[in-house]
């Protein structure tokens, strides 16, 4: 999806920003649960931490709508995708 929303010369830029934010939930992760761990117990860490995700995805699944494929290359997105087994008949 970053590869369709952004053009060539930004999508660097912005696949960096998407994996900086992957480090930084893991150290979020590995302080909240440390914290929370030594003063409530790992049960209410393992909650604490997962309720953003459960959360969150909706709100992402309702909003953000997923572009159609190959827009940044230029490609035909009207063209009709083969069937399962036209593909398997290729693979074959």
Do not use: C
């Amino acid at each position: 999806m970053i590869a369709e929303y952004y053009p060539m010369e930004k999508r660097a830029t912005a696949l960096g920003i998407y994996s900086l934010g992957i480090r930084a939930g893991i150290l979020f992760g590995f302080l909240a649960d440390g914290w929370i761990n030594q003063f409530l117990g790992w049960r209410t860490a393992f909650f604490v931490v997962g309720v953003p995700g459960l959360l969150l995805a909706p709100i992402v699944r309702l909003t953000v709508a997923e572009p159609p494929r190959g827009i940044a290359e230029g490609r035909d997105v009207s063209a009709e995708l083969p069937s399962v087994f036209d593909t398997l008949a290729f693979l074959w």
